[in-house]
C-alpha cells in the first residue's frame, strides 16, 4: 500500500531534467574530420572551406582567412582578421612537432573567436592525425566527459601549451 500511494503521489520527472542528469555521449556523425598534420601541412583554408556549411549554422557571416606559403625559409602562416598565425618555420628546431599543435590551436581559435555570443564552441576531438572538431554547447561538452571514460577522448578547446595542447590526459 505505501509503495502505490508513494509512486501515486510522487512528483514527476520531466524529460529535461532526466536528460540533464544522464550523460550523453557524443554523435560521431556529427564530427568533422581535421587531422593536425593535414592542418599543418597548408590545409588551414582548405579544411576552413569544408567547415563554413556548419559554421553558417551559428555565424551568420564567416571571416575570410587566407593563408602565406614562403618556400624559401620555408614557413607557413595564417592570416585571420588582421593576425598572422605561424604555424610552421623551418628555423624553428622543433617546428614540424610543434606545427600540428599551433595548426590545432590556431584553427579552433578562428573558429571559436567568431562564435562569441553563441551558445556553442567547437571542441575538439582527439588529436594528431585522428583530430576532429565538433559543435557542442558547454553543457553537452561536459555531459560527453561524463559518459565517455577515458580522459584522451573527452571534447575539449585547443591550448598552446605542448605536448597535449589542450587535450585532457
Do not use: C
Not at 512528483?11 to 560521431?28: C, G, I, N, T, V
Not at 556549411?53 to 625559409?73: D, F, G, M, T, Y
Not at 604555424?87 to 584553427?107: K, L, N, P, V
Amino acid at each position: 500500500m505505501r509503495s502505490m500511494l508513494s509512486k501515486l503521489f510522487a512528483r514527476p520527472s520531466s524529460q529535461a531534467d532526466s536528460a540533464e542528469a544522464r550523460p550523453q555521449p557524443l554523435d560521431y556523425e556529427k564530427m568533422v574530420t581535421l587531422d593536425a598534420e593535414e592542418l599543418a601541412e597548408q590545409g588551414i583554408v582548405a579544411a576552413y572551406q569544408r567547415l563554413l556549411p556548419q559554421l553558417k549554422n551559428h555565424v551568420a557571416r564567416p571571416a575570410l582567412i587566407s593563408e602565406e606559403v614562403e618556400a624559401n625559409e620555408p614557413s607557413y602562416k595564417v592570416q585571420f582578421q588582421g593576425n598572422e598565425f605561424l604555424i610552421y618555420s623551418g628555423s624553428d628546431r622543433d617546428a614540424e612537432a610543434e606545427s600540428w599543435g599551433r595548426a590545432t590551436y590556431y584553427f579552433f581559435l578562428i573558429v571559436n573567436s567568431q562564435l562569441n555570443g553563441s551558445d556553442v564552441r567547437f571542441y575538439a576531438i582527439n588529436s594528431g592525425n585522428d583530430l576532429g572538431g565538433i559543435f557542442l554547447t558547454p553543457a553537452q561538452a561536459e555531459s560527453a566527459q561524463r559518459s565517455i571514460e577515458r580522459r584522451t577522448d573527452w571534447p575539449y578547446i585547443p591550448s598552446l601549451d605542448g605536448p597535449w595542447y589542450g587535450q585532457y590526459h
